[in-house]
T-cell receptor, first 116, second 108 residues
């Protein structure tokens, strides 16, 4: 089954304790991206990756890091989490084959992070 | 500076009637527009899209209309069903910029 898998689904942590949210896709997609969803703000892009070893900042990259060492994995790293990073996070991927502009994103089921 | 705007955070429609969700954009370079649907505790799922070279795309009960001169697109759902109750996000390519979403409530 084609899917984007995020782990964990729920995470409660304390300020300053480094954490990683994993994301894996099995569709051989070139493009992967992280979003955070906050009330009243919709989905905002954190980082994206066009392919292996190619990453770039989205609209709200502060406080986050990513890496793309393999095509299927795109972990989101919070080196020193703060309470304002409490949010619902989504990983997504899409293919660049065919009409790239029209290829829809496939989303994971989300990771709800609480930083106290 | 929001390039994709959904000005209605919530909409309530009677079951069986037409639901119309609206979206405005500012960047004339966008060439593809997509609608995503999101249920609670799940990630958004792709619903329907439209290329900028078209003004209408229909898929079953869902139709998306694009008015490029007005930089406006809309999603029509007819007839609306209870399972359509969800949050709908409008998105534009190439960078995939999302609007803030519109929560649709289908009333029995």
């Amino acid at each position: 089954e084609a899917q984007v898998t995020q782990n964990p689904r729920y995470l409660i942590t304390v300020t300053g304790k480094k954490l990683t949210v994993t994301c894996s896709q099995n569709m051989n997609h070139e493009y992967m991206s992280w979003y955070r969803q906050d009330p009243g703000l919709g989905l905002r892009q954190i980082y994206y990756s066009m392919n292996v070893e190619v990453t770039d900042k989205g609209d709200v990259p502060e406080g986050y890091k990513v890496s793309r060492k393999e095509k299927r994995n795109f972990p989101l790293i919070l080196e020193s989490p703060s309470p304002n990073q409490t949010s619902l996070y989504f990983c997504a991927s899409r293919s660049y084959r065919g009409p790239a502009a029209g290829s829809p994103l496939h989303f994971g089921n989300g990771t709800r992070l609480t930083v106290t | 500076d929001q390039q994709v705007k959904q000005n209605s955070p919530s909409l309530s429609v009677q079951e069986g009637r037409i639901s119309i969700l609206n979206c405005d954009y500012t960047n004339s370079m966008f060439d593809y527009f997509l609608w995503y649907k999101k249920y609670p505790a799940e990630g958004p799922t792709f619903l329907i899209s439209i290329s900028s070279i078209k003004d209408k795309n229909e898929d079953g009960r869902f139709t998306v209309f694009l008015n490029k001169s007005a930089k406006h697109l809309s999603l029509h759902i007819v007839p609306s069903q209870p399972g359509d109750s969800a949050v709908y996000f409008c998105a534009a390519s190439a960078k995939i910029i999302f609007g803030k979403g519109t929560r649709l409530h289908i009333l029995p």
